[in-house]
């Protein structure tokens, strides 16, 4: 599996650089241990077990060869649908402080709704809408949990209900 | 002793004192099976209330949410393996796979009759040796919480055995993002690269909230769903062990008792540690380590029964000592203190009323906690009804107001969703989560106490010079490399 070497070697590339920035770390004045080493000592073992599994991947990829056969599953796997996932969470974490708890949760709901395949409107929705309402209640109302309220327009809608 | 053991029965019964443990154990249920809420915050809300009560009402109510909250967040642990709260992250392993084979109501059956028996345990014990096991308390300095520790990670070996170097590595990865944040003994930044927010490190249980919860809704969205609603036919009744089964886990259980029992009452280690540490010496023992996580009862058993022992165990150093055992007990502390009594020594004696009421509304509160834990059972299992298209992103809604409601911090979410797809990417490429949060969990205490030690007494070998600190040290480095040993005899 290539993805599993890529993910060896991204952990080896950012261990090896947080290694190296590690002793940039100030001293500190005193005795004891300086702040730098235990962290040292950690990125220095991930880099040495990440770069064993860099060696023993390539190693089994030159004994079983590079035919690689696909187990045929009766669930495909769909990249796409977890990519625009993650953007779609992206898009709301990054929207979040700005449109409010409200807007944000009920365009991200509806979003990934459609994402996980449902087509009935009235579904997405209703459920969208009510699922969004419970939270508000059980974490704003009972439990007293400020929620983001957004800007302007948006502060103004999410002030009308909490 | 006895005496006072039957008055504080007594007052507990009595009808209002009875009502206010119910509605305790209620709200502790309720709320410990909410991501990111914990009974903490609950009861740090419910604070003002109760000093307009008389101490001994206003303390069982926080003593019930105290022992139910801890049990509350194993059901969405085992439903949708998201655990409620940090304490029932062990539980996910194997209870979330018993969901997924269809043995929800067997996992969660599991979990109520242990999480009863583990809080019973402790606090017969608190009524019994309280004093006792606070002395022994008082002898764990920082080289024995090394030590203790260094024995929670030993378990990796038992976690990881189909892949060694993983294990370690995800150990290392928990154990370095542990450092991230202010340096605990010289307060210089480590890692932070100039962010104020990265100042105060990774909070817990974001990350742990997208290592189990956000990894599995982005497992689940990746899945092709062939039908427009995932429905499901759920029958799903709590079932209790059958006397066979309670039977093979009751050594399990007891040793887990006791481990949570000692644990709780260290200052600092806390239940999250206890549940982990009983975890690990249910598969070092087992004759079947292998099957720990694939979804057997014992995975969930040792965890609920130490988890909610601790709950007893860090009532001995509040009550013996006056020492907080971790910030629910701090603010336990706090009411305490504000009531006007002075917990220590002499709080048995002049107190002896309020003392033995605390200790017979616990052990009444774990025993309702049963019928009130099936009950709530029911209503938790029902949203698995849910078609997955709405519950997955409901799920992820939740967790993210979770995690927001920590600190009110955005960096939260996204060390959520960071976590999440470093989970994705371990669970893909098969390395294990568990060393990963067991470093997480560990990794503060780890690092404190052995510069601590060091700086103390600038001897390493102070670690195994030290009786307690020596045995545990090295019966943690014979159980970190048993699995291997057993695993070279078997293939020969």
């Known amino acids: 599996m290539r993805g599993e070497q890529a993910f060896n070697i991204t952990v080896f590339i950012v261990a090896c650089f947080l290694f190296i920035n590690s002793w940039t770390i100030l001293k500190g004045i005193g005795q004891g241990m300086s702040p730098n080493i235990w962290p040292a000592i950690l990125l220095g073992g991930i880099v040495i077990l990440s770069g064993i599994l860099i060696v023993k991947y390539w190693k089994n990829q030159h004994k079983v060869g590079s035919k690689i056969f696909k187990k045929i599953s009766e669930e495909e796997i769909n990249s796409k649908r977890l990519f625009f996932s993650l953007l779609l969470i992206i898009i709301y974490f990054s929207l979040f402080p700005y449109l409010g708890f409200i807007i944000a949760s009920i365009f991200f709901l509806v979003g990934y709704m459609y994402l996980m395949g449902l087509q009935k409107k009235l579904i997405i929705y209703g459920a969208s809408i009510f699922i969004v309402f419970i939270i508000v209640l059980l974490f704003n109302k009972i439990l007293l949990i400020p929620l983001p309220r957004g800007f302007s327009i948006f502060r103004d809608i999410s002030l009308i209900f909490y | ?492």
């Open chain 2, 1 to 492: 002793m006895l005496t006072n053991i039957i008055s504080g029965f007594s007052i507990c019964l009595q009808p209002l004192n009875f009502l206010i443990l119910v509605t305790g154990v209620i709200m502790g249920i309720l709320v410990g099976a909410i991501p990111g809420i914990n009974d903490t915050l609950l009861i740090s809300l419910l604070a003002p209330m109760v000093m307009y009560l008389p101490p001994i009402q206003g303390f069982l109510g926080l003593i019930a949410i105290y022992c139910a909250g801890i049990y509350g967040g194993s059901i969405t642990a085992i439903l949708f393996r998201i655990p409620g709260t940090a304490a029932a992250s062990a539980t996910v392993f194997d209870g979330y796979e018993l969901t997924k084979k269809g043995q929800a109501g067997k996992a969660l059956g599991t979990a109520i009759i242990c999480s009863a028996i583990g809080g019973l345990f402790s606090v017969v014990m608190l009524m019994t040796i309280a004093p006792a096991l606070a002395k022994v308390a008082l002898q764990f300095g920082p080289p024995e919480y090394f030590s203790i520790s260094f024995l929670g990670l030993s378990v990796i070996s038992s976690l990881a055995s189909k892949s060694p170097i993983k294990g370690i590595l995800s150990a290392l990865l928990g154990l370095f993002i542990a450092t991230i944040g202010m340096d605990p003994m010289l307060g210089v930044s480590r890692f932070t690269f100039g962010s104020n927010f990265l100042l105060s490190g990774i909070q817990f249980i974001p990350a742990v909230i997208g290592l189990f919860a956000i990894n599995e809704i982005f497992y689940q969205t990746e899945k092709f769903v062939r039908k427009k609603f995932a429905t499901k036919s759920l029958k799903i009744t709590t079932q209790l062990p059958s006397f066979q089964e309670f039977k093979r886990i009751f050594t399990t259980i007891i040793k887990s008792c006791g481990i949570g029992t000692l644990v709780g009452a260290l200052p600092g280690a806390g239940a999250t540690v206890a549940a982990f540490l009983s975890y690990g010496e249910a598969v070092r023992s087992s004759k079947y380590p292998e099957k720990f996580g694939t979804g057997i009862i014992e995975g969930v058993a040792a965890p609920e029964a130490a988890n909610n022992a601790s709950t007893g165990g860090a009532m001995i150093p509040l009550l013996s000592l006056g020492i907080p055992g971790g910030s629910t007990t701090a603010v336990l502390l706090s009411m305490l203190i504000i009531k006007g009594l002075r917990p220590g020594p002499l709080m048995f004696l002049q107190q002896s009323q309020f003392v033995y009421s605390i200790f017979a509304g616990m052990f009444i509160a774990n025993l309702i906690m049963i019928p009130f834990g099936l009950f709530f059972v029911q209503v938790f299992v029902r949203l698995l009804r849910i078609p997955e298209g709405i519950l997955y992103p409901a799920i992820f809604i939740i967790a993210t107001v979770g995690c927001y409601s920590l600190r009110s911090n955005l960096i939260d979410l996204w060390v959520m969703l960071v976590m999440g797809i470093l989970g994705y990417f371990m669970r893909k490429y098969e390395f294990p989560e568990a060393p990963l949060i067991l470093g997480l969990i560990l990794g503060s205490l780890l690092e404190i106490n052995f510069r601590t030690t060091l700086l103390m007494f600038d001897n390493p070998l102070i670690f195994f010079t030290r009786p307690i600190s020596g045995v545990i040290l090295i019966f943690a480095i014979l159980a970190f490399l048993f699995p291997f040993v057993r695993g070279c005899f078997k293939k020969k």
